[in-house]
Structures are given as C-alpha cells and as structure tokens.
C-alpha cells in the first residue's frame, strides 16, 4: 500500500453558534412541551439533523398555517418576515424564535434603511429562506442583487440615497465584487458594519483556502440544499483542487481516490461532527488514518436559547 496517505481536517468546520442554538432550541421545546413541536421550513439546512428531531417529534412543516391553531411552533435560523408573524399571531400560535442573531440584526438594519427612505439592496440568492425573511420587512424597498452583472443592471440615478445588506450564509469573497459595483455607481450608499458579516461562513471558506492548495483532493460533509456547504467546494474547485459534497459517509465513492495521497475535509456550518467522524472512519478504511488539523480560526461565540425554554416551568 502506498505510503504517506493522510487527511488535513480543516478547522473551523461543523456547527456555528447559530445552528447550535437553533438545534438546542428544538431539543428544549420538545423537553417542555412534549411532542410534537412545530417547526416551520428546516431548522437548518443538514438533512441528519432533521431527521433525528423528526424522531424526537419535531414536526417540519413548509408554512405556519399548517400548524395547528394554538401549537408550538419554532422559527427555524434561518428567520421569517413580518407577515409570517402576524399570520402566526392571527393563529394564536405560541412561537419560539430560533433566527440566528446575526439574522435579526440584519432583519433590523433593513427596517432601519428603508425608515431612512433608502433604496435596499439586498445581495444574495432570492430563493433562500434567509432572503425571503430579509426582504420582507421592506419590501416596497428592496431590490435583490445575486450578481455584480445585477449590480450594473440596477436602472437608479447615481444620487439616490441606498443602503445595502447582504445574506449571511455569503463570506465576504462572494459578496466583494458587488459590493464594489455598488459603491462605485451610487454616491449615497450606506452599508452594515464589518462586524454584521458571518463569522462562520468567512472562517469555514477561509479553512478551505489554507487546506486546498495541501490537498490533492476536497471532501465537505453538508446537505445539497446547504448554500454555505455548497460554497466550499466551490471555493476548493476555484484554487484548482478536485472537491465534492458530501452529503454523508454512504454517498462517498472510493473513485475519488484514484491518485491521491492527501484528502482534505471540512462540513458546512450546518452539518454535524458525527457525520465528518463517519467519513474519517470511511477513509481510515481507504488507508488515509494519518490525520492532522489545520486551524486558520478559533470560534468562541455562543448565543443562548430564549428565556422562556430555561426558565423554571410553572
């Protein structure tokens, strides 16, 4: 067997803050309230993690007027907008709200601009969740921008006053050139603060970048739906190393190896560990059982479930 066969794990990877409180948001409910707990769309966007709280009695359902009148339902990361809530309240439902943070603060920087009477850009893929929620709390006002050729398309005077914003599962990279596009033909353009952009999803690509050009090949353990997974082996097949998506341990194909004698692995920041310990496993199987970590990030953030799952129940 050839010698030198080894595994570079990317770090960070796996679970952000905002998936973790997502998860343990269901978890709680299902403690204090008891199955079946509704939630509205995927809590994120990993097919395993739904799966398992589908077990538990979590219930995914595509809209809250599919949730019984006065039932538990749970907002999924990805937020929702305000006509969402107020069918939700129409409906007696008793809602708990797992929208990340960094969501909801991008969610009040659009009412905010648009209060300013703002034209918003919105930079990122109109059919995701996080978008739709996004636009919706200044629709009248917001124009969804998915490419810089969008970007010089927009027919507005170079004077009118904008704002911009962007999805949060896009890293800066991705996000740059529209950026520049917009800066340059609007005079009066506001944007978020450098610290509003995803952590998670610049770390996760910033790994990718130190790991591809050790690698003669990429595996990324996510979900096809997850747009930060997706984005990954994107960025690893941009620097010129053959990636794929890993969806799980059991869509992995031994063919990939042919000539290889470094792999290197990441998961989106939806995806669990477990699912990256399977295909190391898998690997190991393949002679890759050399394996060493390279770090580009430490992630520290934690953000808490609501108060009303850790209180005392009365």
């Not at 794990?9 to 948001?25: D, K, M, N, Q």
């Not at 190393?241 to 000539?259: I, K, Y």
């Not at 792999?263 to 190391?280: F, H, K, Q, R, T």
């Amino acid at each position: 067997m050839p010698q030198g066969r080894r595994v570079v794990l990317a770090e960070p990877r796996s679970f952000c803050a905002g998936v973790r409180r997502a998860i343990s948001i269901i978890e709680l409910a299902l403690e204090r309230y008891g199955p079946p707990v509704y939630v509205r769309k995927e809590i994120v966007h990993n097919h395993y993690v739904v799966r398992l709280l589908r077990e538990r009695g979590a219930v995914f359902v595509d809209s809250e007027s599919e949730v019984p009148e006065g039932a538990v339902c749970v907002f999924s990361a990805h937020g929702v907008s305000p006509e969402v809530r107020r069918v939700s309240e129409s409906r007696s439902l008793d809602v708990i709200d797992a929208t990340c943070p960094l969501v909801s603060k991008v969610h009040q920087q659009a009412v905010r601009f648009a209060r300013e009477d703002r034209v918003l850009f919105l930079i990122g893929h109109a059919d995701h969740e996080e978008v739709e929620g996004t636009y919706g709390h200044a629709p009248e006002r917001t124009v969804i921008v998915e490419t810089a050729a969008d970007a010089e398309a927009l027919d507005l005077p170079a004077d009118t006053p904008a704002a911009y914003l962007t999805q949060t599962t896009l890293s800066v990279d991705e996000t740059r050139d529209i950026i520049e596009v917009l800066q340059r033909r609007f005079s009066d353009l506001r944007g978020p603060g450098t610290d509003d952009i995803c952590y998670a999803s610049q770390n996760r690509q910033d790994a990718i970048k130190s790991v591809a050009p050790v690698s003669d090949l990429v595996l990324v353990v996510g979900s096809r739906n997850s747009s930060n997974s997706i984005r990954m082996v994107e960025v690893a097949r941009g620097m010129g190393t053959p990636a794929h998506l890993v969806p799980d341990a059991g869509e992995f194909s031994p063919q990939w190896l042919e000539g290889v004698e470094t792999v290197g692995v990441s998961a989106g920041a939806s995806a669990p560990d477990v699912l990256v310990e399977e295909l190391l496993e898998v690997l190991a199987g393949h002679g890759y059982r050399n394996v060493v970590t390279d770090r580009v990030a430490t992630e520290d953030v934690v953000f808490s479930p609501p108060a009303k799952l850790t209180r005392p129940a009365v």
